[in-house]
């Protein structure tokens, strides 16, 4: 069975730092990785996308992918308390399907 | 564009009740989902919906059935429904196909008690 792990949280960090998210996942053959956003009582939104080894960075937020280690990451610069939120880490889990982790949680305090 | 709509956003159901639950998309997408998303458990998928004609089960879909109307909608049943099923339920839709590309897009969800 396809597994995404991430830490649970909360991940407390002042504002203005950088927050790091990360997330482990079990097959070696996924290819695309994603990053979404969760506000409490609302639907998952899609922020971040990943395909290939390396960084990719829009505006503050940076998704890093080790697929050799079976990692992937999300860098949050400047952070704010809008940014709280809970973060949910997807893996393609097969034709057309996502796997998702449970999520970190993610408090920015003022 | 609407994206991804979903009826109804709540409902309460008593044990042995049956519902269905809508959801329609406007970005002529291909693939379709129905989660659902209870506390410590993350996001389950129940079924999908790959292309227009076709279902597939996910990892939780006993209590459920789903119809893929056509390439707008997809409908999830619940035909007697059971206190385990109180969650809030997700659609979702992705353009797919066999690209690596799969952002799913989701829509505001439907909070279910039942009771």
């Known amino acids: 069975q396809k597994e995404v792990e991430q830490n649970s949280g909360p991940l407390s960090v002042p504002e203005g730092a950088i927050a790091s998210l990360n997330c482990t996942y079990s097959d070696r053959g996924s290819q695309s990785f994603f990053w979404y956003r969760q506000y409490s009582g609302k639907s998952p939104e899609l922020i971040m996308s990943i395909y290939s080894n390396g960084d990719k960075e829009d505006g503050r937020f940076t998704a890093q992918l080790n697929k050799a280690s079976q990692y992937v990451s999300l860098l949050i610069r400047d952070s704010q308390p809008s940014d709280s939120a809970t973060y949910l880490c997807?893996?393609?889990?097969?034709?057309?399907?996502?796997?998702f982790g449970k999520g970190t949680m993610l408090l920015v305090s003022p | 564009n609407a994206g991804v709509t979903q009826t109804p956003k709540f409902q309460v159901l008593k044990t042995g009740q049956s519902m269905t639950l809508q959801c329609a998309q406007d970005m002529n997408h291909n693939s379709m989902y129905w989660y659902r998303q209870d506390p410590g458990m993350g996001l389950r998928l129940i079924y999908y919906s790959a292309s227009e004609g076709t279902t597939d089960k996910g990892e939780v879909p006993n209590g459920y059935n789903v119809s893929r109307l056509n390439k707008r909608e997809f409908s999830l049943r619940l035909e007697s429904a059971a206190p385990s099923q109180t969650s809030v339920y997700f659609c979702?839709?992705?353009?797919?196909?066999?690209?690596?590309?799969?952002?799913?897009?989701f829509g505001p969800g439907t909070r279910l008690t039942v009771l």
């Open positions: 979702a839709s992705s353009e797919a196909g066999i690209a690596v590309e799969n952002e799913q897009f």
């Open positions: 997807a893996v393609n889990g097969g034709y057309s399907t996502l796997t």
